[in-house]
């Protein structure tokens, strides 16, 4: 049997166009295709001819191809010569001849356990229509649109939005994307396929119960699974979660599906998928759980030959230093969180950084995007030494990278050195690894853990740290204390959620505990099995330490300078807030809000509002439109340069903060995993 979740449409052999006749469910259905799983059609209406065109989905998957072609006469060459001129034509010109939008079938479930089906126009999210050509537009389809069939429109972007503020929705009917799309009952989250057991527990208790028993060939599902699930098969989530939430992250990393399924309960017990051998399936538009008839026969996953490798770490006696003071080669001393924001300090303060590399990568028919962003900085036709020096300032104004100090790898060298307890507990975990004896892993690490937090910290460590500071300790208020281990933030493995931060930290006794804390989690049961996994070994891994004032925040999140549930896309940026630190959205202890941006034509839409229900101001959305377009040209740099191999395409994790005053701070930069 298979659970079809979501459906893909047959594709007809002929084109079956409609030009001027009015639109009737049958010919809806007849000319639509599936996305998302709801029906769709495009539409072109042509005010010059004062009619419009359906077209057939799948003899025409571009508006603008249809136009040139089957409107105007030209060729497909013809059109790809002009094309960014030819769409600021139909998307951006006030006075446009064509207007381009998509109508899409819905259906809800009433109180009353009626159905009932709408419609939902709306425009690609590059549209700047004003409010008048908005309400022409639904106008003109309302009236050639069955009239038993409820539409409404659908702002595709937060110009739209503003625009559509000062008409009456009696005027105009409408619906925000994320209450149309808010309360999915199934959402793609990390594309996929696996072939395993299903494992479906109800509470955190049953998967607690379980844990120990769990494998790779094992597909988990829950309302919301744990930051230290096991490597699995697969995860499924029967309550919302975001793209960037930790185990979305994990997923995306390890090269698992994930999907938000909330009706896998109904599906488990009218299937008895539990326990099951299933073919789990995640796309775009697609989400499937085939029941299989026998056990299969699988082989070990790819991530078991996986080998990670690291830079031989130096342990020289080398200073504390001030973030500012480090670049990207000083991981291998100072580990790689460090490493990054030091090179983020020197990117700001130097503007010597080629951070436009993105768009000059060739996106056919299309040479680059250089004009595109020339257009974002109102540069009428600049040379590429002007372009690069105006994103250099232009991200130099938006953002600021944290002040603070980092720890060398050497002072923990020191500090283990100090205690032949903690030498000994070393060499008994090393000889558990070596003969794979899991039966006793944990409990040495767990041990270790604890002894690491007891043994004093020798006086010449403690007086190094006091130092780097030009007042004392104690005068300096709340501090923070991060991981920077060179086994994080690595391309192939994040380590996201694995290693301990201390957010509140005050005076010399609770920095030293807080210090500790982050080197004994280098040594956490669910770490050192993580690294094992990789073949990263415990003689070649070490943990630094960032120390920094804390910043109080208006408002914090996480960015990625792309769209994890549609990796073809290279327009959009991903982006994740919630009041207060980034923490809450890191570690999901809040549904946090939830935009696109656009970082090549422009425009901004909300996904989600998640547990937070109210908007954002629209000076706060335009604040956070430059911060994903500042993510998109770091990069230009970190990818190009650091994280991907010279692939100015590898994408970006950034954590970031909006301090009181409202302006923005990155405190933490690494290669996002696709």
């Given at each position: 049997?298979t659970?079809?979740?979501?459906a893909a449409?047959?594709?007809?052999s002929t084109?079956?166009?409609?030009?001027?006749e009015n639109?009737?469910?049958?010919?809806?259905?007849?000319?639509?295709?599936?996305?998302?799983?709801?029906?769709?059609l495009?539409?072109?209406?042509d005010?010059?001819?004062?009619?419009?065109?359906?077209?057939?989905?799948?003899?025409?998957?571009?508006?603008?191809?249809y136009i040139?072609t089957?409107?105007?006469g030209m060729?497909?060459?013809?059109?790809?010569?002009d094309?960014?001129?030819?769409n600021?034509s139909?998307?951006?010109?006030?006075?446009?001849?064509?207007?381009?939008?998509?109508l899409?079938l819905?259906?809800?479930?009433?109180?009353?356990?009626r159905?009932?089906?709408?419609l939902?126009?709306?425009?690609?999210?590059?549209?700047?229509?004003?409010?008048e050509?908005?309400?022409?537009?639904?106008?003109?389809?309302?009236?050639?649109?069955?009239?038993?069939?409820?539409?409404?429109?659908?702002?595709?972007n937060?110009g739209?939005?503003?625009e559509?503020?000062?008409?009456?929705?009696?005027?105009?009917?409408?619906?925000?994307?994320?209450?149309?799309?808010?309360?999915?009952?199934r959402?793609?989250?990390?594309p996929?396929?696996?072939?395993?057991?299903l494992?479906?527990?109800?509470?955190?208790?049953?998967?607690?119960?379980?844990?120990a028993?769990?494998?790779w060939?094992?597909?988990?599902?829950m309302?919301?699974?744990?930051?230290d699930?096991p490597?699995?098969?697969?995860?499924?989530n029967?309550a919302?979660?975001t793209p960037?939430s930790?185990t979305n992250?994990?997923?995306?990393g390890?090269?698992i599906?994930?999907?938000i399924?909330?009706?896998?309960?109904?599906l488990?017990?009218r299937?008895?998928?539990?326990?099951?051998?299933?073919?789990?399936?995640?796309?775009?538009?697609?989400?499937?759980?085939?029941?299989l008839?026998a056990?299969?026969?699988?082989?070990a996953?790819?991530?078991?030959?996986?080998?990670?490798?690291?830079?031989?770490?130096l342990?020289?006696?080398v200073?504390?230093?001030?973030?500012?003071?480090?670049?990207s080669?000083?991981?291998d001393?100072y580990?790689?969180?460090a490493a990054?924001?030091?090179?983020?300090h020197h990117v700001?303060?130097?503007?010597?950084?080629?951070?436009i590399?993105?768009?000059g990568?060739p996106?056919?028919?299309?040479?680059?995007?250089?004009?595109?962003l020339?257009?974002?900085?109102?540069l009428?036709?600049?040379?590429?030494?002007?372009l690069r020096?105006?994103?250099?300032?232009?991200v130099?104004?938006?953002v600021?990278?944290?002040?603070?100090?980092?720890?060398?790898?050497?002072?923990?060298q020191h500090?283990?050195?100090?205690?032949?307890?903690?030498q000994?507990?070393?060499?008994k975990?090393k000889?558990?690894?070596?003969?794979?004896?899991?039966?006793?892993l944990?409990?040495?690490?767990?041990q270790?853990?604890?002894?690491?937090?007891?043994?004093p910290?020798?006086?010449?460590?403690?007086?190094?740290?006091?130092?780097?500071?030009?007042?004392?300790v104690?005068?300096?208020?709340?501090?923070?204390?991060?991981?920077?281990s060179n086994?994080?933030?690595?391309?192939?493995?994040?380590?996201?959620?694995v290693?301990d931060?201390?957010?509140?930290?005050?005076?010399?006794?609770?920095?030293?505990?807080?210090?500790?804390?982050?080197?004994?989690?280098?040594?956490s049961p669910?770490?050192?099995r993580?690294?094992?996994?990789?073949?990263?070994?415990?003689?070649?891994?070490?943990m630094?330490?960032i120390?920094?004032?804390?910043v109080?925040?208006?408002l914090?999140?996480?960015?990625v300078?792309?769209?994890?549930?549609r990796?073809?896309?290279?327009?959009?940026?991903y982006?994740?807030?919630?009041?207060?630190?980034p923490?809450?959205?890191v570690?999901g202890?809040v549904?946090?809000?939830?935009y696109?941006?656009n970082?090549?034509?422009?425009g901004?839409?909300?996904v989600?509002?998640?547990?937070?229900?109210?908007?954002?101001?629209?000076?706060?959305?335009?604040?956070?439109?430059?911060?994903?377009?500042?993510g998109?040209?770091?990069?230009s740099?970190?990818?190009g340069?650091h994280?991907?191999?010279?692939?100015v395409?590898k994408?970006l994790?950034?954590?970031?903060l909006?301090?009181?005053?409202?302006?923005?701070r990155?405190v933490?930069?690494?290669?996002?995993?696709?």
């Amino acid at each position: 049997m298979t659970a079809q979740l979501f459906a893909a449409a047959a594709e007809p052999s002929t084109d079956r166009t409609v030009v001027g006749e009015n639109l009737s469910l049958p010919l809806f259905r007849t000319l639509s295709g599936v996305l998302a799983g709801h029906p769709y059609l495009k539409v072109v209406v042509d005010r010059a001819e004062n009619t419009w065109h359906l077209l057939d989905t799948a003899a025409h998957p571009f508006h603008v191809n249809y136009i040139a072609t089957h409107v105007l006469g030209m060729d497909l060459a013809q059109l790809d010569a002009d094309l960014d001129a030819f769409n600021a034509s139909v998307y951006m010109d006030p006075g446009r001849r064509f207007l381009l939008g998509v109508l899409s079938l819905h259906t809800e479930h009433e109180a009353e356990g009626r159905e009932r089906t709408f419609l939902v126009l709306e425009t690609t999210e590059a549209d700047t229509m004003h409010g008048e050509l908005l309400a022409f537009f639904y106008d003109f389809v309302r009236e050639r649109v069955d009239g038993r069939l409820p539409l409404l429109l659908k702002p595709a972007n937060h110009g739209q939005e503003e625009e559509l503020a000062a008409i009456s929705e009696l005027r105009v009917p409408r619906i925000l994307s994320h209450e149309l799309f808010g309360s999915r009952t199934r959402t793609p989250l990390n594309p996929g396929e696996a072939t395993g057991r299903l494992r479906f527990f109800r509470t955190d208790e049953e998967y607690a119960r379980a844990e120990a028993g769990l494998g790779w060939a094992d597909i988990v599902a829950m309302p919301c699974l744990p930051d230290d699930v096991p490597r699995v098969a697969g995860f499924l989530n029967t309550a919302p979660i975001t793209p960037l939430s930790h185990t979305n992250v994990l997923a995306s990393g390890w090269g698992i599906p994930n999907a938000i399924v909330c009706d896998l309960e109904q599906l488990v017990e009218r299937d008895g998928l539990d326990g099951a051998w299933i073919r789990y399936r995640v796309r775009e538009d697609e989400i499937s759980l085939e029941r299989l008839e026998a056990e299969p026969e699988l082989r070990a996953p790819a991530w078991h030959q996986q080998r990670i490798r690291l830079e031989p770490p130096l342990l020289a006696d080398v200073p504390v230093l001030s973030l500012h003071r480090l670049r990207s080669a000083d991981r291998d001393r100072y580990g790689t969180k460090a490493a990054n924001l030091g090179e983020l300090h020197h990117v700001l303060d130097s503007r010597t950084a080629d951070l436009i590399a993105f768009y000059g990568r060739p996106r056919p028919p299309r040479e680059d995007l250089y004009g595109h962003l020339a257009a974002r900085f109102g540069l009428p036709a600049p040379s590429a030494g002007e372009l690069r020096s105006t994103a250099a300032d232009f991200v130099a104004a938006k953002v600021g990278a944290p002040d603070g100090v980092a720890l060398p790898f050497a002072l923990q060298q020191h500090f283990l050195a100090s205690s032949p307890a903690l030498q000994q507990g070393i060499g008994k975990l090393k000889m558990a690894l070596e003969l794979d004896a899991t039966d006793v892993l944990d409990s040495l690490c767990l041990q270790l853990q604890q002894l690491i937090r007891q043994t004093p910290v020798p006086e010449s460590v403690v007086r190094r740290i006091c130092q780097a500071f030009p007042a004392p300790v104690a005068s300096r208020g709340r501090l923070v204390v991060r991981s920077s281990s060179n086994a994080e933030d690595l391309p192939g493995f994040s380590a996201a959620g694995v290693y301990d931060s201390v957010t509140t930290v005050h005076g010399t006794g609770e920095l030293l505990d807080a210090v500790r804390q982050v080197w004994a989690s280098m040594l956490s049961p669910r770490s050192v099995r993580l690294r094992h996994q990789v073949g990263i070994s415990l003689d070649d891994t070490y943990m630094g330490v960032i120390i920094q004032e804390y910043v109080p925040a208006s408002l914090g999140g996480v960015l990625v300078t792309c769209n994890p549930t549609r990796r073809e896309d290279f327009r959009n940026v991903y982006l994740n807030c919630s009041p207060g630190s980034p923490e809450q959205v890191v570690e999901g202890s809040v549904l946090p809000q939830q935009y696109l941006y656009n970082t090549v034509e422009g425009g901004g839409r909300t996904v989600a509002l998640g547990s937070w229900g109210e908007a954002l101001s629209a000076v706060t959305r335009a604040k956070l439109a430059d911060l994903s377009l500042t993510g998109r040209l770091l990069q230009s740099h970190f990818s190009g340069s650091h994280f991907g191999g010279g692939d100015v395409d590898k994408p970006l994790d950034i954590e970031w903060l909006m301090t009181e005053r409202g302006d923005f701070r990155l405190v933490q930069i690494r290669p996002y995993a696709l």
